[in-house]
């Protein structure tokens, strides 16, 4: 380009009166042009590549479905399934775990006799999945045929015609909707859907795509005594979230976020891993949830290669190197016993957001990595004020940092959940701009309250063990 441009002005300046000056001229004005519409078709095939976070929304259930957890043991009580021991071992759970005292129950849990209908459990899905989607349609003033993508992820409750259905259906989506229903996948299936969304938006041009994150608890509580299966019944609580994506070049400048990476990571095909989390009936038949004691092993052989994988694509080159040169000292020379460097992940993320996974993997998470506990507050309050919504957890911290003011333009968001599989997601996100908090952010009108200072919590209580 240069060599060109260098020519003509020589030629301008020595034949300015030749004909051959206008061609060379022409020339010269036809390279550039074409040079130009490459460079418009590179930069437009890169911007299309993107994949954009419009807005979400995460469902504030009604004031009147608030539990404290005196309430909840209250209510467990008056049901007659539990043996004294599982009340006491409740109380402590919820105590322990870092639950506060304003989580929400479905109306089931608030009456006399604990006996859910299919009408019980759709009553909840309606108030949970409808209550995102009409507050994120509103928030983002998107009309509902421009989507064309839905995906609901819901791990245990599940139904015929599927979720989506029930959503097209009360929407009234278009008829050429491509719908996928995730069931089972556990608690990270709502970044699994993030994934599976980025890949769609990728053959379906011009659309739209919504997710709904979910847990819809009324037909799950477990009614034995069994501790292994009961922990669900102390920490799960009602929630849901609905996020809009979208692939349109026009969308960057009204977008909150850009996607930069999904990783996923799964260890389903060793037997530990899978029998980890596991739904099955006790020695009474009762069905339920087992949580047993490989939980943890099995949890950070997962997340480990996940955060790996999140490392290498995000750290600075400086966090890197040292990394590299520590490992090969070590495989050198092992008689130096140099202990394994752990790079500093708060160079590369501003937010770090981790499903709430229990106090003893999250103490884990943030030791390892070395976040702050301003990093975990995210998630510690979110379970601490809105329980285990399993799935739309991640959600709900993400709106925490909002409401807090924290995002600021060009920051990193790493979303990261892990569940029954075993499975573990990350998402990692740049914020478009600097993100102010909302009348529709669940946390706006109390933000001030939190954080709530749970540093004096008694040590988690055992369990993995079952009672029978
Ligand atoms: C969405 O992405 C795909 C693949 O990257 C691209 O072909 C399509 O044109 C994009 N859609 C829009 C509206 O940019
Ligand atoms: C399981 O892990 C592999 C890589 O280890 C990944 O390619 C795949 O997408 C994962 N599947 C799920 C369901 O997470
Ligand atoms: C990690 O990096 C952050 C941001 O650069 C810094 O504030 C923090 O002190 C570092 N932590 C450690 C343990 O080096
Ligand atoms: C929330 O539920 C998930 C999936 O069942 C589990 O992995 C996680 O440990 C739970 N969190 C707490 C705080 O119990």
């Not at 911007?47 to 009147?64: E, M, N």
């Not at 095909?269 to 047993?292: K, L, M, Q």
Request: aromatic share 10%.
């Amino acid at each position: 380009m240069m060599f060109i441009i260098n020519l003509n002005l020589k030629d301008f300046n020595e034949f300015h009166t030749y004909p051959i000056l206008n061609t060379n001229a022409e020339i010269m004005f036809l390279a550039l042009l074409i040079c130009l519409l490459l460079l418009c078709f590179l930069m437009n095939k890169r911007t299309s590549c993107k994949v954009y976070l419009i807005d979400f929304a995460c469902y504030k259930p009604l004031t009147s479905q608030m539990c404290t957890r005196e309430l909840a043991v209250k209510e467990t009580i008056r049901s007659g399934y539990f043996s004294e021991e599982t009340l006491d071992f409740m109380k402590k759970t919820m105590e322990r775990s870092g639950l506060g005292d304003k989580t929400y129950l479905p109306d089931i849990f608030f009456r006399p006799k604990y006996d859910p209908s299919m009408k019980d459990a759709r009553q909840e899905v309606e108030m949970t999945i409808f209550g995102s989607i009409d507050t994120l349609l509103a928030k983002t003033g998107v009309r509902c045929e421009d989507i064309g993508i839905l995906i609901v992820n819901c791990c245990i409750y599940n139904t015929s015609p599927s979720v989506t259905s029930l959503i097209v259906n009360r929407y009234k989506f278009k008829k050429s909707i491509i719908t996928y229903n995730l069931v089972g996948m556990g608690c990270s299936a709502g970044l699994l859907a993030i994934g599976l969304a980025k890949q769609l938006l990728q053959v379906h041009r011009n659309s739209y795509a919504m997710i709904v994150s979910t847990e819809i608890i009324t037909e799950n509580c477990y009614t034995g005594n069994d501790r292994s299966k009961f922990l669900i019944n102390c920490l799960f609580r009602m929630g849901g979230a609905a996020i809009l994506l979208s692939n349109r070049t026009s969308d960057h400048k009204t977008a909150k976020y850009l996607l930069l990476h999904t990783i996923h990571t799964n260890t389903s095909s060793s037997d530990r891993s899978y029998n980890s989390i596991i739904r099955e009936e006790d020695n009474a038949g009762i069905v339920g949830i087992t949580i047993n004691k490989h939980l943890i092993s099995a949890a950070i052989a997962t997340i480990r290669p996940n955060v790996a994988t999140v490392g290498n694509l995000i750290l600075p080159i400086h966090e890197k190197m040292i990394y590299m040169i520590i490992h090969m000292l070590r495989k050198l020379f092992p008689a130096m016993k140099l202990r394994p460097y752990v790079p500093n992940y708060s160079t590369a993320v501003d937010h770090f957001l981790p499903h709430v996974g229990g106090r003893p993997v999250l103490d884990e998470l943030q030791k390892t990595l070395g976040f702050s506990d301003e990093n975990m507050e995210a998630s510690r309050m979110t379970f601490y004020r809105y329980g285990n919504t399993s799935s739309s957890s991640i959600w709900y911290e993400l709106a925490y940092v909002e409401a807090k003011r924290r995002v600021r333009k060009g920051n990193r968001v790493w979303q990261i959940a892990f569940g029954s599989g075993f499975k573990c997601q990350s998402v990692i996100w740049h914020a478009m701009e600097t993100v102010d908090r909302d009348d529709k952010n669940p946390w706006t009108d109390e933000i001030a309250a939190f954080p709530v200072d749970l540093t004096d919590l008694q040590p988690f209580p055992e369990f993995f063990e079952s009672l029978n």
